[in-house]
Nanobody
Framework: QVQLVASGGGLVQAGGSLRLSCSAS????????MGWFRQSPGKEREFVAA????????SYADCVKGRFTIARDNANNTVYLQMNSLKPEDTAVYYC???????????????WGQGTQVTVSS
């Protein structure tokens, strides 16, 4: 099992940057694919980015490509989401998640953090 704690959200102006962190407990962190998802009021949870066990493979939703970067530090059991050039439509609660295999489908992920609010003002 793995427990996830997300942090780093906040209020930022459009065009600004934030870095989200997700700390994981357990000694098997490096065996999990890690994903970031987001959900805004009235909308379904949507895929943002994912990273493979070693960090060698990453994938992004089209709407964040070129602006967001996912990375992981297996030595410190942490995954990051660097968000640049933020837009008001990026406003959402951001969740980190973990599963053994790659997926962009929220329901296929086994473990979830509590979420961190990101608000981008125009």
């Amino acid at each position: 099992q793995v427990q996830l704690v997300a942090s780093g959200g906040g209020l930022v102006q459009a065009g600004g940057s934030l870095r989200l962190s997700c700390s994981a407990s357990g000694r098997t962190f490096s065996r999990y694919y890690m994903g970031w998802f987001r959900q805004s009021p009235g909308k379904e949870r949507e895929f943002v980015a994912a990273i493979s066990w070693s960090g060698g493979r990453t994938s992004y939703a089209d709407c964040v490509k070129g602006r967001f970067t996912i990375a992981r530090d297996n030595a410190n059991n942490t995954v990051y989401l660097q968000m640049n050039s933020l837009k008001p439509e990026d406003t959402a609660v951001y969740y980190c998640s973990a599963r053994y295999y790659y997926s962009e489908v929220p329901s296929e992920y086994d473990y979830w953090g509590q979420g961190t609010q990101v608000t981008v003002s125009s």
